[in-house]
């Protein structure tokens, strides 16, 4: 599965729930596909869209959130997986699209062929780590973890094919952060 | 030096709404950390690495919630990136209590350095701070809340080694 088709398998699952990105190709793929005000465009800080996800989950405990991440933002901040499963929040869905490369920047081979993700999550102390390397596989594991309790995991596998024409997020940061809020405080 | 007691001070953040507490431990930062985890009205959530404490503070903030954020100055390093790239753009404040190691280049080795520019490395990032006195507690509070209220950035305490009781 290309990973473009893994935002279009994705994105119209979501309802209103807040989600935050991953920087870079993710952020970019997903507002090109549908702009939301619920979603964190995180254009800087590698690594942080899971920490921000677990802070935001922390307190709206009885709202689902969801991290959009990527193979490299998650293996920059491995930590935060072990304060996610310590926190334990039962709200917190964390999606990471696997391309085995810093796609963004060129392609640049990371390291997640040889370091299963999921396992490291699941160890880590997730509730629950899925893997799924199928388009058609995407809808079920995520509607599964959307129902139950987490933190979740869900490891999406997928051929880095990223259009660079893609738009960049035209909002400001100022403006994504406005948005998000006020999206929340809904 | 006169001290503050790590009671009085964090009953007097929880005052000014803080309730959300994270970061990485310093020993100068030990009572109020201790005290933290004894209060009912406030969380503490123990941190893994400071650049982690400051999203997890980003995402209390997005969610209505006001961020502390204590660390030693080396977490400084840590940091900067996610303050440059996050905070200071997207406008998203934290209150940073900042340990002083290495204050006068009388300390371990490792934090002569950082205790020599932490607080260049945050006039550079143009990050406005305080260092905290038992005396000046209120006034810098008042400038501290203006900077997160109005101008909705990040605004640091400087704590030096004796202001507050360590508990360890
Ligand atoms: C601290 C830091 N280091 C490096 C970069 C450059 N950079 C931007 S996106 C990116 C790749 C992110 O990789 P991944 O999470 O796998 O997402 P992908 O690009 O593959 O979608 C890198 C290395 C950066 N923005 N910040
Ligand atoms: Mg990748």
């Known amino acids: 599965m290309k990973g473009t088709e893994a935002f279009q398998e994705l994105i119209p699952l979501l309802g209103n729930e807040p989600v935050v990105h991953a920087n870079g190709y993710i952020c970019r793929e997903s507002f090109s596909l549908k702009d939301r005000e619920a979603n964190f465009y995180m254009i800087g800080s590698m690594g942080l869209a899971s920490s921000i996800g677990l802070g935001v989950a922390l307190c709206k405990p009885e709202q689902k959130v969801i991290v959009l991440d990527g193979d490299g933002n998650v293996l920059m901040a491995m930590g935060t997986l072990a304060m996610i499963a310590a926190e334990a929040p039962k709200n917190l869905v964390h999606v990471v699209i696997d391309n085995e490369v810093y796609e963004s920047t060129g392609k640049q081979r990371s390291i997640s062929n040889a370091v299963p993700l999921e396992q490291v999550a699941k160890s880590a102390g997730y509730r629950q780590a899925l893997r799924v390397d199928k388009r058609e596989d995407i809808k079920p594991a995520f509607e599964k973890l959307m129902n139950s309790d987490g933190p979740s995991f869900l490891l999406i596998k997928v051929d880095p094919c990223f259009d660079p024409k893609t738009g960049r997020v035209t909002h400001t940061p100022e403006e994504i952060t406005a948005r998000f809020m006020n999206s929340i405080r809904h | ?168």
């Open chain 2, 1 to 168: 030096m006169l001290s503050l007691t790590s009671q009085a001070f964090i009953d007097r953040l929880i005052r000014e709404n803080f309730k959300f507490f994270t970061g990485v431990p310093c020993s100068l930062l030990s009572g109020l950390i201790s005290h933290l985890e004894e209060v009912e009205e406030a969380k503490y959530i123990p941190s893994v690495r400071e650049d982690a404490a400051v999203g997890l503070c980003a995402g209390a903030y997005l969610s209505g919630s006001l961020p502390v954020l204590l660390m030693q100055n080396s977490g400084l390093g840590y940091c900067l990136n996610a303050f440059t790239s996050l905070n200071l753009i997207y406008r998203i404040p934290v209150l940073v209590i900042m340990s002083w190691r290495g204050q006068g280049g009388k300390d371990a080795p490792e934090h002569i350095i950082m205790g020599d520019i932490d607080q260049k490395l945050l006039e550079t990032a143009g990050m406005d701070y305080a260092i905290l006195k038992p005396d000046n507690c209120d006034q810098v509070l008042a400038t501290a809340m203006r900077k997160i209220n109005e101008e909705k950035l990040p605004y640091t305490l400087v704590v030096e080694k004796g202001l507050f009781d360590e508990r360890h």
